[in-house]
């Protein structure tokens, strides 16, 4: 089992709709979560951070952490074409390394 | 603030070479990790370093090594390239170790071997 699962993608969704975007975690212990955005060609931008259950907002941005699920999600409200690229889900291993899922592609239709 | 500063943006070497990439994280920060991304295998890690003393090292061939200075810039070192080793190779930057702390990147390396 992977330690971070994400669906690959695409995800397509029309310009101005919500994006959902989803992750599972193997490690129960893990505290501290984040998404990442990464666009072809360029390294990940950290977009947001979650260490406690519940949702956290941001902008646009919502994350949303169920650690009794091993489950964290990003909502992207008013999804722009600028907001294509691939989304990173990590969490921290508690031994000194990220361990990151492998991204879901998002695309955002004009 | 600057942002984490890897050099050099793109290298291109042969097979049998060895290559040295270099870090420099945000001020301040004394955590740095490094990452390989391909596009098969996504972001894989390396090792981490801080304070000096590599904290864990990741499952990767003893041809992969590093150290951080004590300024907390960080180098990697990559010996006898074998073409698999083309990727993006990341720097990853953060205040401290542990729960909680935000990690940053940098633009990355972009090696490819031939």
């Known amino acids: 089992q992977k330690e971070v699962e994400q669906n690959s993608g695409p995800l397509s969704v029309p310009e101005g709709a919500i994006a959902s975007l989803n992750c599972t975690y193997s490690d129960r212990g893990s505290q501290s979560f984040f998404w990442y955005r990464q666009y072809s060609g360029k390294s990940p931008e950290l977009i947001m951070s979650i260490y406690s259950n519940g949702d956290k907002e941001d902008g646009r941005f919502t994350a949303q952490l169920n650690k009794a699920s091993q489950y964290v999600s990003l909502l992207i409200r008013d999804s722009q074409p600028s907001d294509s690229a691939t989304y990173l889900c990590a969490f921290y291993s508690g031994t000194y390394k990220y361990i990151f899922g492998t991204g879901t592609r998002l695309k955002v239709l004009a | 603030k600057a942002g984490v500063t890897q050099t050099p943006r793109y290298l291109i070497k042969t097979r049998g070479q060895q290559v040295t990439l270099s870090c420099s994280p945000i001020s301040g920060h004394r955590s740095v990790s490094w990452y390989q991304q391909t596009p098969g295998q996504g972001l894989q890690f390396l090792f981490e370093?801080?304070?000096?003393?590599?904290?864990n090292k990741g499952n990767f061939p003893g041809r992969f090594s590093g150290r951080q200075f004590s300024n907390s810039r960080s180098e990697m070192n990559v010996s006898t390239l074998e073409l698999g080793d083309s990727a993006l190779y990341l720097c990853?930057?953060?205040?401290?170790?542990?729960?909680?702390?935000?990690?940053?990147f940098g633009q990355g390396t972009r090696l490819t071997v031939v």
């Open positions: 990853a930057s953060s205040l401290r170790q542990g729960m909680n702390t935000e990690a940053f």
């Open positions: 370093y801080f304070s000096e003393t590599q904290r």
